[in-house]
């Protein structure tokens, strides 16, 4: 099959270069920008170099991992975050419904929020966002739906990793560097490891696969629909921190205190409570997902082992 992933630069675009190096099949890793040599550059706002790329590269499946991410500055910046979160899922959908392909589109926990929610969120909950890439978010999978072309959402949460910019990286830098630093603690969810949502998205891909028929080209895909993806557990940002310092071996380092919120004025309410229901796409899939704390400790020694890789390396 031929699988074309956008967004492949971010964090779960190159966990998924990571884990398609065994795979059979044919990966295009797309992106706004060629930061990377296999990066195809591809702006997913353009329908026409959408609708191109698909067609000319007989892409059977899109993993949609782009979108606008920045939830504080997606505040000011309403029009791009709604292009990328809204309308671009759209255009995927109906490039990819034109070849009677599978969408696969990666969206956020963020689609939750103003409720006071006390048990996990279900996929059929009604979306409750906070702000604008919430909202914007929400957008890009009533659009997808709307299409009717087949599609797999998939909302997570927390994501993490080796790659760019989160929060795990972060507090290893400061739980390194600073003596004590303050965590939220009444905000509630489930860290993922982008590995192994990357891991359960080959998973459903292989699963689609099963059920391709290459000469019917009007075959649906009988689990299209939309599921909840995190790692098994739950615990606040401040859990979270706590955790990330004890595996690096920074907690003697650093004092990580507990605070509210409110005493980190943001533009945007982020969500208090945003624990996702993974019933669905364990029962539908057979996915065996692994403990938040599991992930995250090898995710640690992982970073760990580069940042030493890299330390014994020569000087130029």
């Avoid at 797309?30 to 353009?46: A, C, E, F, H």
């Avoid at 910046?77 to 109906?94: M, R």
């Avoid at 560097?177 to 009444?186: A, L, N, S």
Wanted: hydrophobic share 30%; glycine share 4%; charged share 25%.
């Amino acid at each position: 099959m031929n699988i074309l992933v956008t967004g492949a630069n971010g964090q779960l675009g190159n966990e998924l270069r990571t884990i398609a190096h065994n795979s059979l099949d044919k990966y295009i890793f797309t992106d706004i920008n060629k930061s990377q040599p296999d990066t195809v550059v591809l702006d997913i706002t353009d329908a026409n170099a959408v609708r191109d790329i698909v067609s000319r590269k007989r892409i059977d499946i899109i993993v949609n991992c782009a979108a606008y991410t920045n939830v504080n500055r997606a505040e000011t910046d309403k029009d791009l975050a709604e292009k990328l979160n809204g309308k671009a899922p759209q255009i995927l959908a109906s490039a990819i419904k034109s070849v009677n392909g599978l969408l696969i589109h990666i969206s956020t926990d963020y689609v939750f929020g103003k409720e006071p929610y006390n048990r996990p969120c279900q996929e059929d909950q009604k979306g409750t966002p906070t702000g604008v890439y919430g909202f914007t978010k929400l957008h890009g999978e009533k659009n997808v739906r709307s299409t009717k072309c087949k599609h797999v959402i998939i909302r997570t949460s927390w994501l993490y990793s080796e790659y760019g910019n989160n929060f795990c990286k972060t507090i290893l830098q400061k739980t390194e560097t600073e003596p004590q630093i303050k965590v939220v603690f009444d905000q509630v969810g489930t860290p993922t490891y982008a590995l192994d949502l990357a891991i359960a998205i080959f998973s459903i891909i292989n699963d689609y696969k099963k059920e391709f028929k290459p000469d019917h080209s009007d075959a649906e895909y009988s689990k299209s629909g939309t599921y909840h993806y995190s790692n098994e557990g739950v615990c606040s940002w401040y859990d979270f921190a706590r955790m990330i310092a004890e595996y690096s071996k920074h907690d003697h380092l650093c004092h990580i205190l507990p605070c509210h919120t409110n005493e980190f004025p943001s533009p945007v309410q982020r969500p208090y409570y945003s624990v996702l229901d993974k019933t669905k796409i364990k029962k539908t899939f057979n996915l065996n997902i692994p403990y938040w704390t599991d992930s995250l400790k090898q995710c640690i020694a992982n970073i760990m082992e580069e940042q030493k890789a890299d330390q014994t390396l020569p000087k130029p």
